[in-house]
């Protein structure tokens, strides 16, 4: 088994691809699902199938956040450019952090149009991708 993709509703579609496409995905296709409902399908550059889904379901009213989902994390190469480039989009971040010190990962928090947090994270040099059993050794 593995993880397909997260799935997200968002209170305005159009809002919300223009967030995620500045943040660098990019759209894959899009689902109508009757009674005014669409999803639509996006994935990153390098990423070989979808990873986000955004989901619109007008009829259900605005997306109320804090019903129990905390964050997204997306691994990057460097984190001073994603910094640059989101600040560049106007997406808003926050400061570089190092939650694991001076020698540990570095990351940034932002916030989507629905008040879902993102978290981008730069490992050390010589680090897997992603939390391994090597990270709790």
Do not use: C, N
């Not at 799935?7 to 691809?17: A, G, K």
């Not at 399908?41 to 199938?49: H, Q, R, S, T």
């Not at 971040?93 to 020698?103: I, L, N, S």
């Not at 050390?124 to 939390?131: A, F, T």
């Amino acid at each position: 088994m593995k993880t397909l993709f997260v799935s997200y509703r968002v209170t305005d579609l159009d809002r919300s691809l223009g967030f995620y496409t500045a943040l660098g995905y990019e759209e894959l296709g899009r689902v109508e699902a009757g009674d005014a409902a669409r999803l639509v399908i996006l994935k990153f550059p390098g990423e070989p199938a979808a990873s986000l889904e955004l989901v619109h379901r007008p009829g259900d009213g605005p997306v109320e956040v804090g019903t129990g989902f905390d964050h997204l994390a997306i691994q990057v190469e460097e984190i001073a450019t994603t910094l640059q480039a989101l600040t560049d989009a106007g997406l808003g971040p926050g400061p570089v952090q190092y939650p694991g010190g001076a020698d540990g990962p570095k990351t940034l928090w932002l916030t989507d149009p629905d008040g879902y947090r993102i978290e981008m994270v730069e490992w050390p040099s010589g680090h897997s991708d992603g939390i391994t059993p090597a990270d709790f050794a």
